[in-house]
Each structure stands twice: as structure tokens, then as C-alpha cells.
């Protein structure tokens, strides 16, 4: 996911994104757990994402209290 595609969603859709990322990394921790992750890159990449997408709603939250 690039962060550009993340710039031009709403904090309400980055939430939902945030979410969704943070099952799927439980999920993938689970599998890990009982021996049947296929892909362990995988965990990698939705751990970066949830960290861009916490990066864009910091960024969002700031700009919004320095416009006030």
C-alpha cells in the first residue's frame, strides 16, 4: 500500500484500514503460532502498514489542530 493512496482517505476510512490490518496481523500472529503461516513476509508488510497508516492519522491530527 503506498502512502499517497493513504493521503486521500478520511480519518473514519484510515480507521477502518487500521482495523482490518490489525485482525489480519492477530491472524497471521495465530497461524505463525500453530505452524501454518505459509508466508512469514507477510506479517512484515501489514506491520509496516499499520505503522503508515498510523503515520497519515498522526499527520491528519496535526494539521487539523494547527488549522484551529
Known sequence: ???????DKTPDQ???QLLSLKKEAFNLRFQQ???QLEST????AVR??????????NQKAAD????N
Open 1 to 7: 500500500m503506498k502512502a499517497q493512496e493513504l493521503k
Open 14 to 16: 484510515l480507521k477502518e
Open 33 to 35: 503460532a500453530t505452524g
Open 41 to 44: 513476509a507477510r506479517m512484515r
Open 48 to 57: 509496516r502498514d499499520v505503522a503508515r497508516v498510523k503515520t497519515i492519522l
Open 64 to 67: 487539523a489542530a494547527a488549522s
